[in-house]
């Protein structure tokens, strides 16, 4: 095996800059020489771009994929992988790297090298990209060419069941360019982003399997991916699990900020235009929930946040973990279980929703169930929640008729009526009703004949003052 350096290439530089071969880095630099055609050839080995100083070596190959024997080698030229090469070529070559690289993962340099390796047809161009993406596709194309496949058609096929295998884009997703072409540092395209994509779910998933050591993880599971693909163009379910896994967990976000504080020159491809990592069938960028499965995208309150991951799913601005009804935006004045929007006590608890004056106003908040003053006098009766509005202080007891009359005793008496104390026999009779000034007052009867005077009636009511005009609606009850 004979292997030259970039050194030795500079003669075949002099050469075709002698027969008018085209400008240094140009994609017309290739001239038939012999056997083979001399070409300049440029392009960037990428796992995150390797370091400067990376090695590169080329392979001449046969029409059966197969080595000559004819190696080239040279160096990556800067941190952004990229390096340039003049030798005399088969028309199909083999490109190899190897080096330190930049972690889309962990933000860091790796703490041990990798290799990756790419198919190249010269005579398509002489710009070539070594990615994941070649690397892995890498022996499925050579079989299929030594299956009887043209390059460019091994190429798509590979790279196509590549894609279907792999799983980090939605179904039908089309990179728009091949392996090859595909360049971290070339901008915001769909190809460009789907490279970043799989490097960065790959460093992931040897993350996740060796945290804090995962480059030796990584070359083995990106050589494991490229001998499944080989045979079938299918990867191994386990593996697949292992890609699924770390395509959920990937930090899609952070890996963007990292790859752009490393590279501030660059355009940052949009991850989130590729990944789908609730694996719902919608890219994150169109997807309201990207880490939470939600296909009919639910969103109640509308704030561009979907069901399946808002905090405050309802808008109400009370978090849903503290919320009685978290998907009912008018509920979260109290937490009694019923709606603001049907609630009849909004701001307390009234679960029952007892609404005796049947006002739809509950009596735990009602103001005029019935309301004491001159107005309301003679014209409504006061009932159990009257007694709390009218300012009893000491005196807040319920005491209405059905409570401390019974049926023996004042068969008139029913629910709702006025507090009664029917003393003695024949007379007085005592009636207790809300007075104009919103007071509990006394009203004594001369013309009562009934007795009704409970055995536990509180001596502290019948100290109220006697009122000297008292209402004229009032009766004697059970007179």
């Known amino acids: 095996m004979l292997i030259h350096s970039g050194r030795r290439a500079g003669g075949v530089l002099a050469l075709l800059a002698a027969c008018g071969g085209g400008d240094v880095g140009s994609e017309s630099g290739l001239e038939r020489q012999g056997a083979g055609t001399s070409v300049l050839l440029n392009g960037a080995v990428q796992k995150g771009p390797f370091i400067v100083g990376s090695t590169i070596r080329v392979s001449n190959l046969d029409a059966e994929a197969d080595p000559t024997g004819l190696v080239f080698s040279t160096t990556t030229r800067d941190d952004r992988g990229q390096f340039q090469l003049a030798f005399v070529a088969t028309p199909l070559i083999s490109i190899e790297g190897t080096g330190f690289y930049y972690n889309e993962v962990t933000g860091q340099l790796s703490g041990s090298p990798l290799t990756l390796r790419a198919l190249y047809d010269v005579t398509s161009g002489t710009t070539s990209f070594v990615n994941v993406i070649t690397h892995l596709s890498y022996n499925r194309v050579q079989q299929l060419i030594v299956d009887g496949s043209t390059y460019d058609d091994a190429q798509t096929q590979a790279e196509q069941e590549l894609t279907t295998a792999l799983g ?53 599971l990106l050589n494991q991916i490229a001998l499944d693909l080989a045979q079938t163009g299918s990867i191994d379910a386990a593996r697949q699990s292992q890609i699924a896994a770390a395509l959920a967990a990937v930090p899609a976000a952070d890996v963007e900020v990292a790859f752009a504080a490393r590279f501030p020159s660059a355009v940052v491809p949009d991850l989130d235009r590729i990944l789908d990592q609730d694996a719902d069938g919608l890219v994150n960028v169109a997807d309201n929930c990207p880490t939470a499965q939600n296909p009919l995208q639910e969103d109640g309150d509308l704030d561009g946040v979907g069901d399946a991951c808002d905090q405050d799913t309802d808008g109400d601005g009370t978090p849903d973990a503290s919320d009685s009804l978290p998907n009912d935006p008018n509920e979260w004045t109290d937490a009694d279980g019923v709606g603001d929007a049907t609630d009849n006590c909004l701001g307390l608890d009234n679960a029952d929703q007892t609404d005796t004056d049947a006002d739809l106003v509950g009596d735990a908040c009602d103001p005029d169930a019935p309301a004491c003053n001159a107005q309301t ?51 007085p009779v005592t009636v207790w009703m809300c007075d104009e000034d919103s007071q509990l007052r006394q009203f004594v009867s001369a013309a009562a004949t009934q007795t009704c005077l409970p055995p536990d009636f509180p001596a502290d009511i019948s100290a109220l003052p006697i009122d000297t005009n008292p209402p004229q609606w009032v009766r004697v009850l059970g007179s």
């Open 168 to 220: 980090i884009a939605p179904a039908g997703f089309v990179p728009g360019r091949t392996g090859v072409q595909m360049n971290v540092l070339g901008g915001d395209s769909d190809g460009n982003a789907y490279l970043l994509a799989v490097s960065s779910v790959l460093a992931e998933a040897a993350e996740l399997e060796a945290p804090g050591a995962s480059d030796a993880t990584l070359q083995q």
């Open 377 to 427: 006098e003679g014209q409504i009766r006061c009932n159990e929640q009257n007694i709390e509005i009218c300012s009893l202080g000491a005196f807040v007891v319920y005491v209405t008729c059905d409570f401390w009359c019974t049926a023996n005793a004042c068969n008139g008496c029913t629910p709702g009526d006025s507090f009664c104390d029917i003393q003695g026999s024949p007379t």
